[in-house]
């Protein structure tokens, strides 16, 4: 007798342990913290050997994406992570522009933009095609609403329907960066020299960018069979070789005929302000 109930009591003694640590890690599991993904944004690249880029830019930035809990809220008038200073318009805007935005930084740092100044990354600047160089530019994220205001200083960009390239530093302070494209209301205001009105342009076409030399040397000379009063050339910029066409006369009207009028396989013409 004695035996069966000493049997008994181990047997419930194991099966309430049994028990005992079932609820233990089922209430453990019902207290689980949820996991949280970190965006780790890519290691800066050493910056590159000063030289001209021939206004040649076609950037594709990164399009890595963070939730909006992970990613860094700026001031949306002034002041960025970089703490650059922001340049201050003059008078009312002359044009506005709305279209896709994207931002540039190696291996374009510290070469020489198409206004003749070394590209700073950190600083408050932009590169459009066409507004006028020295135009300071108010750029709004329409997906956030925050804006900067930025000076033009390179041309591009030469991507697509982009209309705007930005520093880092520009792209940073709107929330641009890690998205990498972003639509954008652009108000663009004179230069100082010109208040009020846009200045006259002086353009040209841009046709590129060729990954293979020969092949932007032929198009080179056979363009200047077609525009023999043009001056055109060949030149070589981070992205590839571009050839462009100089007309005699240097007016939108006359740049944008020669455009319409260029068509080869995996190259865009682009027209281009040169002043």
Not at 121 to 133: F, S, V
Request: proline share 8%; aromatic share 6%; net charge positive.
């Amino acid at each position: 007798m004695k035996r069966i109930v000493h049997r008994r009591s181990r047997r419930t003694t194991a099966l309430g342990q049994a028990f005992g640590c079932a609820l233990l890690f089922g209430l453990a599991g019902c207290h689980h913290k949820d996991k949280t993904a970190y965006y780790r944004p890519p290691p800066p690249l050493p910056p590159m050997p000063m030289h001209s880029s021939s206004n040649a830019r076609a950037v594709q930035p990164s399009t890595h994406s963070a939730s909006a809990s992970n990613r860094t809220t700026a001031n949306s008038s002034a002041g960025t992570t970089s703490g650059a200073l922001q340049p201050m318009p003059h008078g009312k805007p002359v044009a506005t522009e709305v279209g896709l935005a994207s931002w540039y930084g190696p291996p374009y740092a510290n070469r020489k933009g198409a206004d003749g100044t070394v590209y700073d990354q950190n600083a408050m600047t932009a590169a459009h095609r066409t507004l006028p160089m020295g135009s300071v530019v108010r750029v709004t994220n329409l997906a956030n609403n925050q804006s900067v205001f930025v000076r033009i200083t390179d041309r591009g960009p030469f991507v697509g329907s982009r209309v705007l390239d930005l520093s880092l530093a520009a792209a940073k302070s709107i929330d641009l960066y890690r998205a990498g494209v972003a639509k954008v209301r652009i108000e663009a205001y004179a230069p100082p020299e010109h208040p009020g009105v846009a200045p006259a342009g002086k353009w040209c076409v841009q046709i590129g960018a060729f990954l293979d030399e020969s092949d932007a040397i032929r198009l080179k000379n056979e363009l200047l069979r077609r525009y023999s009063t043009a001056k055109v050339i060949e030149f070589a910029g981070p992205t590839g070789h571009w050839v462009r066409i100089n007309p005699a006369k240097t007016d939108e009207a006359t740049a944008n005929q020669i455009a319409r009028s260029i068509h080869v396989a995996d190259a865009e013409p682009y027209i281009v302000r040169l002043n």
